[in-house]
């Protein structure tokens, strides 16, 4: 699950924690607005259902807003426990695609300020997935957060920042122009037959092109 990740104890690389999955299917509950799917991760999960992007997100996500009208993706719950939309017999619909959020859970990572390396926490402590073997917190990460993974989140934390100078420009009548443009050039605009991350690259310099345009 996605959460302010800063907000809970950091860990060293080589720090260790226990951790076995239970398929109880507890930290697919009660997240509501609160799992966040990125660029790649929508890539991912297309081409795994063979679905349009859009399509993907008009089934399984919702648009949120943070700052001047940035959009992210949140997946969809469902049920009185709010359990996420592809919780299916307390397994994963779609596990081998999994947000990167859920997929390095119960441990989260993000870049440092200076986006040079990645700052690792911990984001759970349930009792009842505390047993089985130990982990290194590298160990656990080089498993889940791989090379494609490190690569965008770096880029796309570098792209945002220079979205956020451009953004600070604009008028504040232009916001839903700017959700428009982010959502179609950060999530929408791609073939799932061509590599995503030239296709993003491509994209994000498409989407700063058409944010100065509203400068002007």
């Known amino acids: 699950m996605s959460v302010p990740w800063n907000d809970y104890p950091p860990m060293q690389p080589n720090d260790t924690f226990r951790f076995k999955c239970q398929c109880c299917g ?3 509950r ?5 799992v966040m799917v990125e660029s790649l991760d929508l890539a991912r999960i297309a081409e795994h259902l063979r679905l349009e992007h ?5 089934r399984y996500m919702e648009v949120a807003t943070v700052a001047w009208g940035t959009p992210i993706l949140l997946m969809k719950t469902t049920g009185p426990d709010d359990a996420c939309v592809f919780l299916q017999d307390n397994k994963c619909g779609i596990h081998a695609f999994k947000p990167r959020a859920c997929r390095t859970f119960p441990l989260c990572v993000g870049p440092d300020d200076a986006l040079s390396d990645f700052l690792i926490h911990k984001v759970s402590n349930e009792e009842q ?12 990460l080089n498993a889940t957060f791989g090379t494609v993974d490190r690569l965008f989140i770096k880029m796309d934390y570098r ?7 451009i953004m600070r420009r604009l008028p504040r009548d ?5 959700l428009l443009q982010m959502l179609h050039w950060r999530f929408l605009q ?23 345009k509203l400068v002007k």
């Open 26 to 28: 507890n930290c697919c």
């Open 30 to 34: 009660h997240v509501a607005k609160s």
């Open 54 to 58: 859009g399509e993907i997100v008009s």
């Open 129 to 140: 997935c505390s047993h089985g073997r130990w982990y290194r917190a590298q160990e656990w």
């Open 159 to 165: 792209f945002l920042r220079e979205y956020g100078q």
């Open 174 to 178: 232009r916001e839903n122009d700017v």
């Open 190 to 212: 791609y073939d799932m037959s061509q590599s995503f991350i030239t296709q993003y690259v491509d994209n994000m310099r498409m989407l700063k092109t058409e944010l100065e």
